[in-house]
């Protein structure tokens, strides 16, 4: 006898559920309106300090721009002959001349390993 109630009690539930997300919907247009004025605004403030850090940016660039940069070498073998040229201009010098050379001696007898107590 309980089981010929429950379609006709599922179906009543169902519709009161429909009738609930119906009216939900039909007042989302409204609460809409107030949350997208609030969003508008944020991205309003967004957009302002985006603007003072490309600003920031810009002004950081200009004093880049104006000071000078060393030339880059355009191509791989220009890289390669001014490598050389540097290399043959200026002699290298390992050390102080004035340095006396020492012979490294060789120990046969290995210190001893200490233990822990």
Known sequence: MMMEY???LLLLSLLISVVFLIRLLLEMPNSMDSKTDVIHTELKDIATILD???DLFNDALGAVANSPIAQTPS???ESILSGLISS???PKTHG???TEIRTI???DNPPPLQTEN
Do not use: W, Y
Request: aromatic share 0%.
């Open 6 to 8: 429950l379609p006709t």
């Open 52 to 54: 003072d850090i490309a």
């Open 75 to 77: 191509s791989p073998m």
């Open 88 to 90: 043959v201009m200026t």
């Open 96 to 98: 102080d001349p004035q």
């Open 105 to 107: 001696q060789a120990t």
